[in-house]
């Protein structure tokens, strides 16, 4: 199966700091029991939905509250408090960085798989129907989706098709545009989806359509032409399409949304290793890139 992704602007943040009580800026003969003092929210209109907090020590109490100037700013460049302790939590607050900034993203890519569910779950539809389509990232800024293409019964549709289908409908753009790739991996039991309640319920098949084919499941081909060894799956493919002709010189700013055989959507970012590499178990990833394609940590 030859084979897409987003990110918008600049994450808004915004810092809360409690007033630190006056038994940690008065020195004391007993130290005080760490506190919560701080944390980051993400906004979504003004208001800003909850957040980890880490307990601080006295020390770093007064680094970053107390006696500071009401424009002090902790934040380093990557948008984070380098006096965060709890490196777990500091992993979690990257991880709502990332999701405030692809949440365009993935709203459009949501919205292309309901449109896909819609059409696999038609009554007559064929059996192993492929459907896909682009998330684009347009002139102007705005992002969006083209409608979704339509490829053949034997569960391939062809990339350079659904980009034709995507000028046709957005005029000039090309591989530069292109911020997700959304692909039906469909059920191997005919049309509609799977109805399981967790991955362990899948066949061998269908839990193997939940994430993007690659070499490591696939195996490299020999080119016909020029017999020299590929790997033609959905991972290589899509970035051997997404860097053709020059336009574009990385794909980690692109993400590969898989709507499995199961209906649901799932997000895998070129800037991590592929989905079935060594490392962390591949179900543990199935899971993540769930709740990644529905913008949660």
Same mark, same amino acid.
């Given at each position: 199966?030859?084979?897409?992704?987003? $990110?918008?602007?600049?994450?808004?943040?915004?810092?809360?700091?409690?007033?630190? !009580?006056?038994?940690? %800026?008065?020195?004391?003969?007993?130290?005080?029991?760490?506190?919560?003092? *701080?944390?980051?929210?993400?906004?979504?209109?003004?208001?800003?939905?909850?957040?980890?907090?880490?307990?601080?020590?006295?020390?770093?109490? =007064?680094?970053?509250?107390?006696?500071?100037?009401?424009?002090?700013? !902790?934040?380093?460049?990557?948008?984070?408090?380098?006096?965060?302790?709890?490196?777990?939590?500091?992993?979690?607050?990257?991880?709502?960085?990332?999701?405030?900034?692809?949440?365009?993203?993935?709203?459009?890519?949501?919205? *292309?798989?309901?449109?896909?569910?819609?059409?696999?779950?038609?009554?007559?539809?064929?059996?192993?129907?492929?459907?896909? =389509?682009?998330?684009?990232?347009?002139?102007?800024?705005?992002? %969006?989706?083209?409608? !979704?293409?339509?490829?053949?019964?034997?569960?391939?549709?062809?990339?350079?098709?659904?980009?034709?289908?995507?000028?046709?409908?957005?005029?000039?753009?090309?591989?530069?545009?292109?911020?997700?790739?959304?692909?039906?991996?469909?059920?191997? =039991?005919?049309?509609?989806?799977?109805?399981?309640?967790?991955?362990?319920?899948?066949?061998?098949?269908?839990?193997?359509?939940?994430?993007?084919?690659?070499?490591?499941?696939?195996?490299?081909?020999?080119?016909?032409?020029?017999?020299? !060894?590929? $790997?033609? &799956?959905? &991972?290589?493919?899509?970035?051997?399409?997404?860097?053709?002709?020059?336009?574009?010189?990385?794909?980690?700013?692109?993400?590969?949304?898989?709507?499995?055989? $199961?209906?649901?959507?799932?997000?895998?970012?070129?800037?991590?290793?592929? +989905?079935?590499? +060594?490392?962390?178990?591949?179900?543990?990833?199935?899971?993540? *890139?769930?709740?990644?394609?529905?913008?949660?940590?």
């Amino acid at each position: 199966m030859d084979f897409l992704f987003i $990110d918008t602007g600049p994450s808004e943040i915004i810092r809360h700091l409690t007033t630190p !009580p006056a038994a940690i %800026v008065q020195p004391l003969e007993v130290a005080p029991p760490p506190v919560r003092l *701080a944390c980051y929210a993400y906004v979504e209109g003004s208001t800003p939905t909850s957040c980890p907090q880490t307990p601080r020590s006295p020390t770093g109490v =007064t680094e970053t509250g107390a006696g500071q100037s009401p424009d002090f700013n !902790p934040l380093n460049e990557e948008g984070m408090d380098d006096t965060i302790f709890d490196e777990e939590t500091e992993e979690e607050l990257l991880c709502y960085v990332e999701q405030d900034e692809e949440r365009e993203m993935d709203d459009a890519a949501q919205r *292309a798989a309901e449109e896909i569910r819609d059409i696999n779950n038609s009554v007559d539809n064929p059996n192993n129907l492929e459907l896909g =389509t682009f998330v684009l990232r347009l002139e102007d800024g705005s992002i %969006v989706f083209a409608s !979704p293409t339509f490829g053949g019964s034997t569960g391939t549709v062809r990339l350079d098709q659904m980009l034709r289908d995507a000028q046709n409908e957005f005029g000039d753009i090309n591989q530069s545009n292109i911020v997700g790739i959304v692909h039906l991996h469909p059920s191997d =039991t005919g049309p509609g989806f799977v109805n399981v309640d967790n991955l362990n319920q899948l066949s061998a098949l269908n839990f193997g359509s939940t994430f993007p084919s690659s070499r490591h499941t696939g195996g490299l081909r020999t080119h016909p032409i020029t017999g020299e !060894p590929y $790997d033609p &799956w959905d &991972w290589a493919a899509g970035e051997r399409f997404l860097t053709s002709g020059g336009l574009r010189t990385s794909v980690d700013d692109v993400s590969h949304y898989i709507l499995g055989p $199961d209906g649901v959507l799932r997000e895998y970012s070129y800037s991590d290793p592929n +989905p079935d590499a +060594p490392g962390q178990s591949l179900q543990d990833r199935i899971i993540e *890139a769930e709740k990644d394609a529905g913008n949660e940590c």
